[in-house]
């Protein structure tokens, strides 16, 4: 059972990137999916997440506008399409999921909600 989000790289200000979360022993269509990144020296923090179902988006205002989150259910795949990239976009960029919930609610941005994580991403944006 593994969560792995991909797609990181370097690219300059103003760039665009587009990450992949894909679930390895598990389906990832039944979660929500949450994105955060950690960047040198910061704290973790969530920038958006996905909700199973009806797909509703959160962003945090750092983002918005800017990332856009996406499902495939067909590839069971999760993309944040990241715009505008800034250098202090620059950070590892993780996908996690919360337990498991018969019940369908709205995501929500919050670390402590999740605990299932992939390996991070590097994301580097130069300016």
Same mark, same amino acid.
């Given at each position: 059972?593994?969560?792995? $989000?991909?797609?990181?790289?370097? +690219? ?7 990450? %992949?979360? =894909? $679930?390895?022993? #598990?389906?990832? @269509?039944?979660? @929500? !999916?949450?994105?955060? *990144?950690? $960047?040198?020296?910061?704290? *973790? ?13 959160? &962003? !945090?205002? %750092? !983002?918005?506008?800017? #990332? /856009? =989150? %996406? *499902? @495939?259910?067909?590839?069971? /795949? +999760? ?12 950070? /590892? &960029?993780?996908?996690? /999921?919360?337990?498991? %919930?018969? #019940?369908?609610?709205?995501?929500? !941005?919050?670390?402590?909600? &999740?605990? #299932? ?5 590097? +994301?580097? +944006?130069?300016?």
């Amino acid at each position: 059972v593994q969560l792995q $989000a991909s797609g990181g790289g370097l +690219v300059q200000t103003g760039g665009s990137l587009r990450l %992949s979360c =894909v $679930a390895t022993g #598990f389906n990832l @269509d039944y979660y @929500d !999916v949450g994105w955060f *990144r950690q $960047a040198p020296g910061k704290e *973790r923090e969530g920038i958006s997440c996905i909700s199973k179902g009806d797909e509703n988006t959160e &962003y !945090v205002e %750092s !983002v918005k506008g800017r #990332f /856009t =989150v %996406s *499902r @495939d259910v067909a590839k069971k /795949t +999760v993309y944040p399409q990241m715009n505008s990239l800034k250098p202090e976009d620059t950070a /590892t &960029y993780y996908c996690a /999921t919360p337990p498991l %919930s018969l #019940f369908s609610s709205p995501c929500v !941005v919050t670390e402590s909600v &999740y605990n #299932f994580w992939g390996q991070g991403t590097q +994301v580097t +944006v130069s300016s």
